[in-house]
């Protein structure tokens, strides 16, 4: 049985190792990173995949508000690259939240790519080709990432301590949604 002070000794430790890269800020249970350079949308994607992440996927309304405080004009992983008026995130996910600006997004001449507009509220279509900074989304140092975080526990606990220490982190234990995920 673990006492709560060596709870707290051991989650301090295992918080000390989940951290993010210098430089990143953190928000929840990912990292951001902004760009020091423009690009296109299509090089600061292989750019953010070099570097183990992706470009920013916007998952809920908190995050969408933490973005708008950290940067304006920079690329998001939203396009409609493969049919127009079918916006995706990278990762597959289909578009739900919304920020577009008003009358955007308005596919003004092949405009496929989506980046955070310079009032850092709302989103605007444009040219893939156009230069903008972007930001880089990724798990901390020492989680797993494929699509979403997951951490890897080398301890035992109970369930409830398990998911206590996982709240602790802003996380859940893991819900195994498809084969993909079980592998």
């Known amino acids: 049985l673990i006492s709560p002070q060596e709870i707290t000794v051991l989650v301090g430790v295992i918080d000390e190792k989940n951290t993010c890269?210098?430089?990143w800020s953190k928000f929840n249970h990912n990292c951001y990173y902004l760009s020091e350079i423009s690009d296109s949308w299509n090089a600061a994607r292989m750019d953010c995949r070099a570097r183990g992440g992706d470009l920013v996927v916007i998952d809920s309304p908190e995050e969408q508000n933490f973005l708008s405080t950290i940067?304006?004009?920079?690329?998001?992983?939203?396009?409609?690259?493969?049919q127009e008026g079918t916006w995706k995130w990278v990762d597959g996910t289909p578009l739900t939240l919304m920020y577009w600006a008003t009358t955007q997004p308005d596919d003004g001449g092949e405009e496929d790519c989506a980046y955070i507009n310079?009032?850092?509220?709302?989103?605007?279509?444009?040219?893939?080709s156009y230069s903008h900074q972007w930001i880089?989304?990724?798990?901390?140092?020492?989680?797993s990432f494929n699509h979403s975080c997951y951490l890897i526990s080398?301890?035992?606990?109970?369930?409830?301590?398990a998911r206590m220490d996982c709240r602790d982190r802003g996380a859940d234990l893991v819900v195994i949604n498809s084969p993909e995920e079980q592998v």
């Open 118 to 128: 310079e009032w850092g509220r709302f989103w605007n279509d444009y040219f893939c």
């Open 21 to 23: 890269p210098i430089g």
């Open 154 to 161: 080398k301890s035992s606990a109970s369930w409830d301590a």
């Open 71 to 82: 940067t304006t004009d920079v690329w998001i992983g939203l396009n409609d690259k493969e």
């Open 136 to 143: 880089y989304k990724t798990c901390p140092v020492g989680w």
